[in-house]
DNA sequence: TAGATTGTTAATCGATTAACAATC
DNA sequence: TAGATTGTTAATCGATTAACAATC
């Protein structure tokens, strides 16, 4: 939990280093140099060194990285280590698409309910076995089962509402796919997924 | 099609502009000063004055910005005033949900053809009425039909197979949901969403 | 040891904020 | 005109890159 006051954009690149050794261990590479490194992700040395850093010796001179070590370190500190359980608001293609990818599952995110305005309609196209209720039961589920994320699959009005019962109902992360910011206080964390804003990047960038 | 050396982080706050002007405008609002904007977006004043003075003088002293010119003004850097025809790659879920999203369409991005492995297996699923293709015919719809875009929706290694196919083909940009990166030319640009790496920064937020 | 490569400081680059004259 | 607010320059802050001594 110790926060050395990384910056934003090593914490951005964290997960990129955390895919890139993954790979490297599936190749069997079992130590990495920052040069080679930097060849592979497209960044410079001088910067994986910096970054890499920040955590403490995990270089050694001459040598390298220790790829194992590295990446278990690295997810460590993206508290991969930890397990989480997650609801998710909504039940839509997009919910189902998040609830049925089984890599969350994986890396320890567990998705234990699915809540919707109108249950009946989805009952049939829930994935993965995942109960579904009415979206006026969250409160009460809230209160019985603690809950670290909410995923946020719904309209951008609709997530405004939905914000405080997840806020009060002690949820600890909100990953916010709805067309809207989110205001919650200091101790709840949103990480929005903007994909109509994604979409407009690109096409600016294919016209400029 | 100017590109009067934006940077990179101008780009990515100017879809979040149009969001919000986009609400302004459904609210009757039409001016408005960089303070209010800064109040509201959670930004400072002077970034705002600063971000919109890149594509000319928008504003006017003593009055503000008048929110329907800025908005079309930012829709225009952006591409939303042309239309653009996608290909989506998969037919999955995460494939239904973004074809199945009306927004997209709604600015100029239609989706014309949907491409699978084995397209039987989710014949009956896909929405919309989007034809589906087996991914063995891409290469002969790409030389058939002028596509800007192509969304990518499969798995890793697929994603890189498929690549090569799309820029042969003459696509202009990827919007790449893969957990991958992708090796294009400089003509091609790639948008990529990488939802378990921003899974990951959500995970680190809630640690630290 | 000699070669390789890190850790770390200093230099550069870029982005944000502050300030205020220009002007509507 | 007086008040408000931009446009724009200068100052600050943060992030990246370069360089090299330390050391495996």
Redesign the interface.
Known sequence: ?E?KG?SKAV??R???Y??YLGMLLDQGVDRISSGELSRRM?LTASQIRQDLNLFGGFGQQGYGYNVRKLYDEIGK????D?S?SLVVIGA???A???S??F??EK?G?KIEAMFDRDPDKHKNDV?GGIPLYPLSDLKAYLSEHVT??AVITIPAEAAREVTDCLVEGGV??I?NFA?T?LDVPDSV?V?S????????????????
């Open positions: 939990m926060n990384i914490i951005n964290l997960p990129r955390y895919r497209n500190i993206l508290g991969l930890c989480y839509g293609k997009l189902q698409a998040i049925g990818y890599g969350f890396r995110f994935v670290d994320i600890r992360g990953w067309h910011d964390t990480q997924v903007h994909l109509s804003e994604s979409l407009m990047q690109l096409s600016y960038k294919i016209n400029h």
